[in-house]
Structure formats: structure tokens, C-alpha cells
């Protein structure tokens, strides 16, 4: 069975920084890009960052390009999403997924980030 | 960026009903890289179609999706009550990957 189980999410104060984790099991992690997805409370889906199956290439929205990092150890079976000069408007529930250049086939339960002071 | 645009916002429809939802994109989708999602409160989203209109594992042949280019839609045939929910496209054919902004799908 495929798992995704996101950890690391906070209460953290604007400027600050979190490192976000996603543990993959159940399948061949190193044969999927993954991805990052948020969504703010009340709002919709927002992709963040992709990355392929051996972090050779990134991808990042314009609103966190330069201030989010996305990687992954494939023998830990794990994704991280690390999130510098975090602003208010990165308050979501973040989402971590397989697929970037494919279909985002499942996902976890989401890490909640609060950025407030 | 491709800007998904779907309608209606809100649907209101009854159990036994069709349902029938639009996602429009501001340029053409190659290859049909676009999914369908399910959201239901307090959950992740579900992808029910890929490919523009091929269900995903285990979703009921009630759901269907169809279209090419920039024009798509997703049918939900005789609703079900756990039918009602957010529903959400997204393509990945250019990047970034993007979004619609969702159709709520209400009990009437």
C-alpha cells in the first residue's frame, strides 16, 4: 500500500525558516518525481515545487522560487521541502505527492505551516 | 504559466443527477496532461481522472472525462451523496503546474 506521511509543519514567525518531510513507503520511491502542493485555509490547490526521481531536476512556483528548497534521499525513501524568509501568505496545509512530469497519483495527509507573530 | 479556469464555481444538483463540470485552459494542453481531483473536507485531494479520460484505480465508471486542447469536462453520470465535494483539474503539460480554482459541487 502507498504511503505518504508528511511531517514538520508549525507555528513559525515571518522571516523565519521550517524543513518539511515526507516518508514514502509501499512503493519503488525512486521511480517517481515527486511534489510539493499547499493550500491555504478556505482556498484551493497550490503546486510548490517538483522534483525528478533522483533530484537531478527542480522545478519551483514564482511565489517561492529563491526562498524554498526541494530534495529528496532515495534511500531514506524521503522528500523535504526546506522554506527560508517564510511570509504570512505561506500559511497552508502542505501537501506531499507522487508525480511532477506525470500524474500526482497520491497524495499524503498534509503538514500544517503557520506563519505568524 | 497555463491559467485553468473552471465552471461553474458552484453546482447545485441533486442525488440521481448528471453532473457536468467545465475546465477551460488559456493555451492548448499537450498530450492531454490533464487530471481531475476530488476534495472532500478534512481530506487530500483524489485523482479520479488522468490523461483528460482515463479513470484512476478504483473510481466508479459513473465518473468520465473528456475533451482536448483547451477545452475539458468532467461527467459525473447519477450522483451519489458522497459524490458531493470539491472538485479541482490541473495540468502538468507546461510548467509550472497549475491548478483550477475548483467547482463545489452542493446538495441542492
Known amino acids: 500500500e502507498v504511503q505518504l506521511v508528511e511531517s514538520g509543519g508549525d507555528v513559525v514567525r515571518p522571516g523565519g525558516s521550517l524543513r518539511l518531510s515526507c516518508a514514502a513507503s509501499g512503493f519503488t520511491f525512486d521511480d517517481y518525481g515527486m511534489s510539493w502542493v499547499r493550500q491555504a485555509p478556505g482556498k484551493g490547490l497550490e503546486w510548490v515545487s517538483g522534483?525528478?526521481?533522483?533530484?537531478?531536476?527542480?522545478g519551483y512556483a514564482d511565489s517561492v522560487k529563491g526562498r524554498f528548497t526541494i530534495s529528496r534521499d532515495n534511500a531514506k525513501n524521503s522528500l523535504y521541502l526546506q522554506m527560508n524568509s517564510l511570509r504570512a501568505e505561506d500559511t497552508a496545509l502542505y501537501y506531499c505527492?507522487?508525480?511532477?512530469?506525470?500524474?500526482?497519483?497520491?497524495w499524503g495527509q498534509g503538514t500544517l505551516v503557520t506563519v505568524s507573530s | 504559466e497555463i491559467v485553468l479556469t473552471q465552471s461553474p464555481g458552484t453546482l447545485s444538483l441533486s442525488p440521481g443527477e448528471r453532473a457536468t463540470l467545465s475546465c477551460r485552459a488559456s493555451?492548448?494542453?499537450?498530450?492531454?496532461?490533464l487530471d481531475w481531483f476530488q476534495q472532500k473536507p478534512g481530506q487530500a485531494p483524489r485523482l479520479l481522472i488522468y490523461g483528460a479520460s482515463s479513470r484512476a484505480t478504483g473510481i466508479p465508471d459513473r465518473f468520465s472525462g473528456s475533451g482536448s486542447g483547451t477545452d475539458f469536462t468532467l461527467t459525473i453520470s447519477r450522483l451519489e451523496p458522497e459524490d458531493f465535494a470539491v472538485y479541482y483539474c490541473?495540468?502538468?503539460?507546461?510548467?509550472?503546474?497549475?491548478f483550477g480554482q475548483g467547482t463545489r459541487l452542493e446538495i441542492k
Open positions: 522534483i525528478d526521481w533522483n533530484g537531478g531536476s527542480t
Open positions: 505527492a507522487r508525480g511532477w512530469n506525470q500524474d500526482f497519483d497520491y
Open positions: 493555451r492548448s494542453i499537450s498530450y492531454s496532461y
Open positions: 490541473q495540468q502538468y503539460s507546461s510548467s509550472p503546474v497549475t
